[in-house]
């Protein structure tokens, strides 16, 4: 049984940073794709981010390009979501999820999700 938890998030001033944390159990994750969702009171789910676990290739949504950094951890099977500069819109549960297969975006297409964790930025 796959298991995705978050942790990590929280409240922070405008500015400000927050490294999320995706721990990952229940099989091997090597020929997965590990993303980072994040879902708005009243929106859809938007993609954030995604690594590939075995290549390391990272993708980023434009609105958070040059802020936030996708990494892995083979190790501790953990995938992280480094958020620095957060702005107020980035106010959102962020989820970590998995799947197979080359897409990276459309969240229906992954097939374990997390629980999610709150972020809330001030101004």
């Known amino acids: 049984q796959v298991q995705l938890v978050e942790s990590g998030g929280g409240l922070v001033q405008a500015g400000g940073s927050l490294r999320l944390s995706c721990a990952a159990a229940g099989r091997t994750f090597s020929t997965y794709t590990m993303g980072w969702f994040r879902q708005a009171p009243g929106n859809e789910h938007e993609f954030v981010a995604a690594i590939r676990w075995n290549t390391g290739s990272t993708y980023y949504a434009d609105s958070v390009k040059g802020r936030f950094t996708i990494s892995r951890d083979n190790a501790k099977n953990t995938v992280y979501l480094q958020m620095n500069s957060l702005r107020p819109e980035d106010t959102a549960v962020y989820y970590c999820?998995?799947?197979?297969?080359?897409?990276?975006?459309?969240?229906?297409?992954?097939?374990?999700w997390g629980q999610g964790t709150q972020v809330t930025v001030s101004s």
């Open positions: 999820a998995a799947k197979t297969g080359y897409t990276i975006s459309l969240p229906s297409e992954y097939a374990y």
